[in-house]
């Protein structure tokens, strides 16, 4: 690493933000199918149209999978009846809060979203772009580092 480039390089930097998503589970956590759609994979695939609208569509289903291992609100599915009706002692499922009901929709828009980049390369075409520039500044940089007097050079 020369030492006219900082501690962060700026591609990994440009990659960082890219993947990264603002959904937050802390509070409300997401079914495990659900963040799975928000993984840094799917930003940097080279999809074409029919590939987003398969992807749509299964992230469609997987929200119905999802939420349907949940009992609907007021639903007989709870407690002690619930898990009477599925014959399993262990069944505790709650209803999903609104919230995270809220955060689902949000996870799928923002996996939508994300995966709509790649379409034809679009992503990949702006990420190389991204490195080409930051390369040239670095040329640049070096080569105004290396002119100079005589005696610097010594």
């Not at 006219?4 to 495990?32: A, G």
């Not at 490195?131 to 610097?152: A, H, P, Y």
Request: charged share 30%.
């Amino acid at each position: 690493m020369s030492q006219t480039q900082t501690s962060e390089d700026p591609s990994r930097e440009y990659i960082r933000d890219l993947l990264s998503t603002d959904i937050n589970e802390d509070q409300h956590p997401l079914p495990n199918s659900i963040s799975d759609l928000l993984s840094q994979d799917y930003p940097l695939a080279n999809l074409t149209s029919a590939d987003r609208k398969y992807f749509r569509l299964m992230s469609a289903n997987i929200k119905i999978f999802a939420t349907e291992r949940y009992p609907a609100e007021k639903s007989y599915q709870q407690g002690v009846l619930g898990a009477a009706l599925m014959d399993d002692p262990d069944f505790s499922r709650e209803p999903l809060p609104g919230v995270t009901r809220t955060k689902i929709e949000s996870a799928l828009m923002d996996h939508f979203a994300r995966t709509s980049r790649g379409v034809s390369g679009w992503q990949q075409d702006k990420f190389s772009e991204s490195i080409q520039t930051n390369r040239v500044e670095d040329n640049r940089n070096e080569s105004s580092e290396k002119k100079g007097s005589l005696l610097d050079r010594i």
